[in-house]
């Protein structure tokens, strides 16, 4: 309770970066879920924005709540993104990934002027690693490709759901892969993605403006 308490606290606080007429991004995940329900607050007390989810799940909570959603076809160029984390380091790398919506978070990250990320203090690492990096992969290279992230030293394995491969909102599936402690993040992210097969990886370098985690009643604000 109290770990969801923290993770609504740091979505509230960034609620202070959107403002009137903007695009936003709409991150995935339980921090992200929660910053969308209270954007819908502001909406309806009327606050002027378009959202560009980065799920199907997103979306769908986005439109119940009323948020007037765009595209990328429409928008090219979004004002700010809030999304979630898995983890973050001191240099604000991070990886996305658990919720399963790595690609299009990634995606919208790259089109936005400032990615905040917002969290609960758990999050919070010194070096990258204990939580197993999701990559997305096409489903006809899956065995190879992880048989050549297995070669990197990751143990790898197939996310299931109800027992059948868990299968993105892209139609690929999703290796988790436990590193352990990843000391140079930068070298890894450049490896995985030259290799054919993977769409994308859970490493988001220089990608995050701010991140905002929540301990208690404390928000702790960083920069990059």
């Known amino acids: 309770m109290a770990n969801d308490q923290e993770k609504e606290a740091a979505a509230r606080a960034s609620l202070r970066f959107i403002k009137d007429g903007q695009v936003v991004g709409l991150g995935t995940g339980s921090t992200a879920a929660h910053f969308i329900r209270l954007l819908g ?3 309806r007390n009327g606050l002027r924005i378009r959202g560009i989810p980065t799920s199907v799940r997103s979306k769908e909570l986005a439109l119940s709540l009323g948020i007037p959603l765009a595209t990328l076809d429409e928008c090219q160029e979004i004002a700010v993104t809030v999304d979630g984390a898995d983890e973050v380091d001191p240099q604000l790398r991070l990886i996305k990934g658990g919720g399963g919506a790595l690609l299009r978070e990634k995606i919208v990250a790259s089109a936005t002027r400032q990615l905040v990320i917002v969290a609960d203090a758990t999050k919070r690492v010194p070096v990258l690693g204990k939580f197993p990096l999701p990559v997305e992969v096409i489903q006809f290279a899956q065995t190879l490709v992880a048989k050549r992230i297995a070669s990197l030293g990751a143990e790898v394995r197939l996310r299931t759901e109800n027992g059948k491969p ?12 436990h590193f352990g402690e990843i000391p140079d993040a930068d070298g890894l992210a450049r490896q995985l993605s030259d290799m054919p097969g993977v769409v994308e990886h ?4 220089g990608m995050a403006s701010t ?12 920069h990059r």
């Open 211 to 222: 991140v905002l985690f929540a301990r208690g009643s404390e928000i702790v604000e960083l």
């Open 202 to 205: 859970g490493l988001f370098i």
């Open 166 to 177: 868990y299968v993105t909102d892209e139609n690929n599936h999703i290796l988790d892969c």
């Open 41 to 43: 607050e502001q909406v």
